[in-house]
């Protein structure tokens, strides 16, 4: 974070403590022994707050900012990263056949199959191809920060909003690029109420290529990899869901992810 602040990346930033460190190691209790550390606070409001909002103008924006941070990212790289892998991870996707079992519908199964089938024929032996490098690994509208623009909304009904910031580094991962990217349109067209999700999906891509150049082989995979992020949230949530029957939020995640699965089947 520190890295990127220091390349014009608007984001937490690590304060340091009295003596001088970043982190200060606090006995809270006679067994418990707890790292602290203070961050600086990103003004503005979370994207996700503002679903109606999340326009095809606004998610060139939000492409625009990730591909920045990210071609700033190719320059940083940390020891800290290396073997580090998240369940969540689209590298991950292919091992979720194992639960297609689970689906009875068979329109339901069908969908996931052939979206699996996609990622371990065309993603997986391609890995290599791939750019990598330090990847944010969660920037979903919940993580990416934004400010109302004044000066376009004085006289209009139709609120326009610049991306500022982006939060929540806890999924920062040495991954792919074209996965970033691939995770980050999946939840901004799933989160728009725009009645035109593929044009904001599309909108995203052309903004974060303003910034960070794709090759060819990214280019032909990137929507298998958006609907492999939506597999991802289906299966998973789905099963999370199981265990918390009452947890709304996470049915409306399994929900949108089944309307966006749905959508790219047949865009």
């Not at 103008?57 to 071609?71: K, N, P, T």
């Not at 400010?147 to 991954?175: C, H, K, M, Q, R």
Request: with cysteine.
């Amino acid at each position: 974070m520190l890295y990127l602040s220091k390349n014009g990346i608007n984001c937490p930033t690590p304060c340091k403590v009295m003596d001088g460190k970043y982190v200060s190691h606090q006995q809270i209790t006679e067994k418990h022994r707890h790292a602290v550390y203070v961050q600086t606070f990103v003004e503005g409001i979370p994207v996700g707050s503002k679903a109606d909002a999340i326009t095809p103008s606004l998610a060139y924006r939000a492409g625009a900012f990730l591909g920045e941070m990210d071609s700033a990212l190719k320059g940083f790289n940390h020891l800290g990263f290396v073997g580090k892998r998240s369940i969540w991870g689209l590298e991950c996707v292919a091992n979720l056949k194992h639960h297609l079992h689970d689906f009875q519908n068979e329109r339901e199964r069908k969908l996931l199959t052939s979206a699996l089938q996609a990622f371990g024929d065309q993603v997986i032996p391609n890995f290599k191809k791939f750019q990598r490098g330090i990847i944010h690994g969660d920037f979903n509208p919940n993580n990416v920060i934004a400010e109302l623009d004044t000066t376009s909304t004085a006289n209009s009904n139709d609120p326009n909003y610049n991306v500022t910031g982006v939060i929540d580094f806890g999924d920062t991962v040495y991954s792919c690029y074209v996965f970033e990217l691939g995770l980050a349109i999946c939840h901004f067209m799933m989160a728009s109420q725009s009645k035109d999700r593929v044009s904001v999906g599309e909108q995203f891509k052309a903004g974060y290529e303003s910034e960070f150049t794709l090759n060819e082989c990214e280019q032909k995979v990137l929507d298998i990899c958006i609907t492999g992020r939506a597999v991802q949230l289906i299966i998973m949530c789905g099963n999370e869901l199981k265990k918390q029957p009452d947890n709304e939020y996470i049915r409306s995640y399994v929900a949108l992810a089944w309307e966006l699965l749905t959508l790219m089947d047949e865009k």
